[in-house]
């Protein structure tokens, strides 16, 4: 099922409705697409293999396209604004990047080429933060709550899953060593941003998960410049922690982590 909300909100303003009947097997050949693709981008899944896709990622792109957009390409605003908030399988989806064959050309474009693309949280968490967002003070002075974190300075070595991927269950079969470049451009942007916004940044040591929680809880500005993870434990992001076996890791900031701020 897809809606489209337009932003405006005068009377000629509607939201459009459209339901597919789909297969359920198509999707996860499709969704199974996305996940290998991830898994080749990440060093957190270089040691485990997913099960094999009989779909390429820009097939499972150009599939995706006709199913979420060309049905409701007439209702969308031209040069616009387009906002995801996927669910499960979908925050898999690069959705930039679905594409199309454009018939006048006979070239290759892309949602972005079309649209300003904008990807949200799930539209329960929206809800949540919404509800939170009643209860904040009005906007403090310009740095007075602002969280910027840079990591990592150095190489930091982690631990991360070996997961086997069976059907819609991945089923965690232990653990590998593995190294997570130092990202010095990183530890210099963070700088830079701690410069334009007068705030105080969290570099190297100082990224630890208790102190970007302590800080995040207040903040109404978050920039964040680290390594990013996806894999059997889900998405994630670096900071500075002890090694350690377990999902709860405090070298990783979580979305559970996040949403319980």
């Not at 290998?36 to 997913?50: E, F, K, L, N, P």
């Not at 995706?64 to 499960?88: Q, S």
């Not at 998960?209 to 390594?227: C, E, G, P, Q, Y």
């Amino acid at each position: 099922r897809t809606w489209v909300v337009p932003r405006r909100s005068d009377a000629a303003s509607q939201v459009f409705f459209t339901e597919l009947s789909l297969d359920g097997d198509e999707l996860d050949t499709i969704f199974q697409a996305f996940s290998q693709w991830h898994c080749s981008r990440s060093i957190a899944t270089a040691g485990s293999r997913a099960n094999e896709s009989s779909l390429s990622t820009s097939d499972a792109l150009a599939r995706l396209y006709e199913l979420l957009i060309r049905p409701i390409a007439d209702v969308l605003t031209p040069n616009g604004r387009v906002v995801f908030c996927p669910h499960r399988e979908l925050l898999l989806v690069p959705f930039a990047a679905l594409r199309y064959i454009d018939s006048a050309s006979n070239a290759v474009r892309h949602l972005i080429d079309d649209y300003t693309v904008h990807v949200g949280v799930s539209m329960r968490a929206l809800d949540g933060a919404q509800d939170r967002a009643q209860y904040q003070p009005d906007s403090p002075a310009p740095g007075a709550n602002v969280l910027v974190v840079g990591y990592p300075d150095c190489p930091q070595q982690v631990l991360l899953p070996l997961a086997r991927i069976e059907e819609h269950t991945q089923t965690l079969k232990g653990w590998r060593k593995a190294e997570a470049p130092a990202l010095p451009a990183a530890t210099a942007e963070a700088k830079w941003v701690q410069r334009v916004l007068g705030c105080k940044a969290l570099l190297g040591p100082e990224a630890t998960r208790t102190a970007v929680l302590k800080n995040m809880r207040d903040a109404s500005v978050i920039h964040f410049a680290t390594h990013g993870f996806v894999d059997g434990l889900g998405a994630r992001l670096l900071l500075h922690g002890t090694v350690s076996e377990s999902e709860d890791c405090d070298q990783w900031l979580r979305p559970q982590d996040i949403l319980g701020c």
